[in-house]
């Protein structure tokens, strides 16, 4: 936003200028009807009210200006002789010259304020902002320093153990340990992924790339994003859902993390249900889950980047999954919001505008 030499933004300069004409237009109309049961000092001390109200808007220059043209209609339409620049008495001169001097140091003074007022807004803007990255860099470090090496130690002690000369691993064992391998690989580079998904949403540097899709065509490369142990989900999206038009990477990416959270906290003999459905002229899919759910007071703080509510041992990732969904989302001009599940659990509901 442009703004002026005193540091007042430009609109706010132009609203003065507009209430300055507006203001003493109404106010000389009002007095020049009841102007002869009142003294030059209460003119005066309305105009000065006035001239205070635009500098409170505008700032310094507009309120000047409105001064000046003020202190004209008072000699011309109510210091006798009227209607003429000649000023009878000298109190009343002493009167206008009093006048634009108050009026300009009031004017002066309040834009003063303004700025100072906006200065220190912007320094605590500042603060707040340099408080949130070093939050965040902690945060970060935080991960990087446990969530991102555990799986890189697990992969180095498969890959240790398999290289031993002198042991040789049956079939099955080698088996196991490529297994362990893979899955700490798909876990590491979720992980990343999230990160740097994180880091797009905050910086604003997503690309969308949008187009019509059908989410039946979305969940399935969903899935397959994900590790093979965690493809055992229930999906109930039926090919007749309106399409919507969506980036399908981003969904697909958001998709898999309400999954994996989801997995993460459902039983074992509970499959996590994905299920579509149109609800007027919105299309919504729910990742459903039967684990311990979450209190409506925390909800909130889920979205929030590195939050792990009621975080437990082998709880996989860095507390990013829900805040990527969520930016991805409404990056999209979808929504992401939080239901319960009938019979006990917590329910992750996206919604998107259909499109006929």
Do not use: C
């Not at 200006?65 to 009878?88: D, R």
């Not at 697909?252 to 007027?280: F, H, M, Y």
């Amino acid at each position: 936003m442009a703004r002026g030499d005193a540091g007042l933004p430009t609109k706010r300069r132009l609203a003065g200028a507009l209430l300055g004409a507006g203001s003493l237009t109404a106010l000389t109309v009002a007095l020049l009807a009841v102007h002869t049961h009142l003294g030059l000092p209460s003119i005066l001390l309305l105009y000065l009210t006035a001239i205070v109200a635009i500098a409170l808007i505008g700032g310094t220059w507009p309120a000047l200006v409105s001064a000046v043209l003020a202190s004209a209609l008072i000699n011309w339409l109510f210091t006798p002789p009227t209607h003429t620049w000649t000023i009878a008495d000298p109190e009343n001169v002493l009167a206008l010259v009093v006048f634009l001097l108050v009026a300009g140091v009031v004017s002066y003074l309040v834009d003063r304020d303004a700025r100072a007022r906006a200065d220190a807004e912007r320094r605590r803007n500042e603060t707040e902002s340099l408080e949130k990255v070093n939050e965040l860099r902690t945060a970060i470090l935080a991960a990087v320093s446990h969530d991102l090496r555990t799986p890189l130690a697990a992969i180095k002690a498969s890959v240790s153990s398999l290289r031993e000369p002198d042991v040789t691993w049956s079939p099955v064992d080698t088996a196991g340990f490529l297994e362990a391998i893979e899955e700490e690989t798909d876990r590491l580079t979720s992980l990343v992924g999230n990160l740097l998904d994180m880091s797009r949403i905050q910086t604003g540097s997503l690309v969308l790339v949008p187009r019509l899709v059908g989410l039946d065509e979305v969940v399935p490369r969903a899935l397959a994003t994900l590790p093979s142990s965690a493809r055992d989900v229930i999906v109930e999206v039926s090919e007749t859902l309106p399409r919507v038009e969506i980036d399908p990477e981003l969904l697909e990416r958001a998709i898999a993390n309400l999954i994996s959270n989801a997995r993460q906290w459902s039983p074992p003999a509970e499959p996590v249900t994905v299920r579509g459905s149109a609800d007027d002229g919105r299309v919504v899919l729910r990742v459903i889950d039967h684990g311990p759910g979450v209190p409506p007071e925390a909800r909130d703080r889920m979205f929030l980047p590195f939050q792990r509510l009621g975080d437990r041992s082998g709880t996989n990732g860095v507390g990013l999954g829900l805040a990527v969904a969520r930016g991805f989302v409404e990056a999209m001009d979808g929504s992401l919001f939080v239901e319960d599940t009938i019979g006990g659990g917590l329910t992750m509901a996206m919604t998107f505008e259909a499109t006929t």
